[in-house]
């Protein structure tokens, strides 16, 4: 994980939170404080992100924090801070929708129907987190993550 492209991509991540800070300090004042302790918290979640103890707590930790919910958007998952966290976990929710794998795993949506038929990702139909349509299974997204990283 390259740590300083992690850390920019926490901070744009957080762009939105600092924003609203801005407003209600009411213009500078004290944004220079928020900054550093948002680089020192992205250097952190780094950190433990990299450590097997830590890493899936981090990474559950760090979507609520940049997003405040366990769904982060789309964009987020071609970062460095959404690679790191689909390597420690796959994605927040047990069971996420083929949009969203696609967007994890970088690959066109016949790819993951593909991946699928295979047995490489696991399926499943009417999950809450999908609508009723296909869900793909978080834990199967890490580990194809990990199988190419190991091809690699």
Known sequence: MDREAF????ATA???LVSRLETYLGGQHGLA???RRL???ADRYATRLQEPDEQEQAARELCFVLFGTDAPPLDFWPTEA????AWAIGHPH???STVTARSILG???QRIHELIAEGQLESKRDSPDSLGRTAVS???IRHRLRLLKAAA
């Open 7 to 10: 850390r920019a991509q926490v």
């Open 14 to 16: 957080a762009t939105p």
């Open 33 to 35: 404080e928020v900054r």
């Open 39 to 41: 680089t020192a918290a």
């Open 82 to 85: 959404g690679e790191a966290v």
């Open 94 to 96: 047990p069971w996420v």
């Open 107 to 109: 690959v066109s949506r």
């Open 138 to 140: 978080a834990v199967s």
